[in-house]
Every structure is written in structure tokens, then in C-alpha cells.
């Protein structure tokens, strides 16, 4: 009897620690770290934020009517990009709907008193796929890109990869989350993918 009312008491424990943990985001990488080395499956869901132009992005910006401002441009290191009349236009840190307007309002600036601006990234920050993979390494991203897209990306899975789990490091984080290893599970441009080894 001592001994189930022991067990109940560390449960409980557990369940409300797992509460508390899930309440913010940081609490939430703390608790898959715990759960995902023994073997039980992340409950962490991934949600990737909007993407924001980087270093080395290559944009295509169209100003309608005006085809001597339409063209590709690369986000240079300062992180910002040179334009054909208005010079440098803050880029990097923006998404790509705060880059048009930066670009819009500096055509106001006695250029253009409308501007129709439209921009698209053509060439995002690669991912790189670590650990059980057949061939890990650096490789292109592309739109909605997931984890077992980027999995066949690297010619599949090693025989010792434990497919249930996947370990991501953002391109800005200090340091990798576990997340289910599902078809829901997306890949942002600059992630560092790492898949485990099983537990046999």
C-alpha cells in the first residue's frame, strides 16, 4: 500500500512539473529534452515564424511601371540592398512584407507618388541534416519544407536513426528542441537538423 501511494505521489509530481513546463516556451524545450532521450515521443509542436530576410538572400523586387527598379538584388553583409535610384534599403530582420514597404517609402521620398512595390525571395539560407542520415550535410531549402522532406533530401535514414524524434537548432538559437519526428514538423531556412540514434 505504501508503496502505490508512493508511485501515485510521483506521478502526480511529474504530471503538474510537465504543466508547468509547458507554460512557456522555454519550460517547453526543457521538457522535451527530458522526454525525447527515453524514447517517448516530444510534446512540443513546432511552429516557425515568419521568415526574415538574412545575409546573402537573393530578392526579387517589381516596381510596376517602372522596369528600371525591377530586377534581382542580393542582401548584401551590411544587410541591406542597393537599389537603381534610392540606394541602400534596409533588408535583413525584415519579412518580406516590411521590405516592400521600406522600399515604398523610400520611393515617396519625392521618386514616385504611388509605388506599386512587390518582392519574393528567390534564394533562401540553406539547412544542414546531421547525425543518422545517409548524407548529411548542407542542402538548398525550399517552401514548406518539413523534417522527412529534408530527411529524403539526405537519401533517408540511416539503419540506426530513431525516427520518432528530431532535434532542431534555429539559426539564431543557442541551442537545439526536440520535436516529433512527423510529416507536421516544418523546417525553417538556416536550421541545423540532427537526427538521433535509437535506443535498441
Known amino acids: 500500500m505504501l508503496n502505490w501511494l508512493r508511485a501515485g505521489l510521483v506521478g502526480l509530481m511529474l504530471v503538474v512539473g510537465a504543466s508547468g513546463c509547458a507554460s512557456s516556451p522555454a ?11 527515453s524514447g ?3 510534446v512540443v509542436v513546432r511552429s516557425v515564424p515568419e521568415y526574415r530576410l538574412g545575409a546573402a538572400d537573393k530578392v526579387r523586387v517589381n516596381v510596376f511601371g517602372e522596369e528600371a527598379l525591377t530586377g534581382e538584388f542580393i542582401v548584401g553583409g551590411s544587410g541591406k540592398v542597393s537599389l537603381p535610384l534610392i540606394g541602400e534599403v534596409q533588408a535583413a530582420g ?10 515604398a517609402q523610400a520611393l515617396r521620398q519625392g521618386y514616385i507618388n504611388e509605388p506599386r512595390v512587390s518582392a ?10 546531421l547525425g543518422e542520415v545517409k548524407k548529411p550535410g548542407e542542402y538548398p531549402y525550399t517552401n514548406n519544407l518539413t523534417v522527412l522532406n529534408a530527411v ?3 537519401e533517408g535514414f540511416s539503419y540506426r536513426a530513431n525516427t520518432r524524434v528530431v532535434y532542431i537548432k534555429r539559426a539564431d538559437g543557442v541551442g537545439e528542441q526536440a520535436f516529433p519526428l512527423t510529416t507536421a514538423t516544418q523546417v525553417a531556412p538556416g536550421d541545423t537538423i540532427r537526427i538521433g540514434e535509437r535506443f535498441f
Open 152 to 154: 529524403a533530401t539526405a
Open 120 to 129: 519574393e525571395v528567390l534564394n533562401y539560407r540553406p539547412f544542414y541534416i
Open 40 to 42: 517517448d515521443e516530444p
Open 27 to 37: 519550460g517547453a524545450e526543457s521538457l522535451a529534452a527530458i522526454v525525447a532521450p
Open 94 to 103: 525584415l519579412t518580406i512584407g516590411q521590405f516592400q514597404e521600406e522600399i
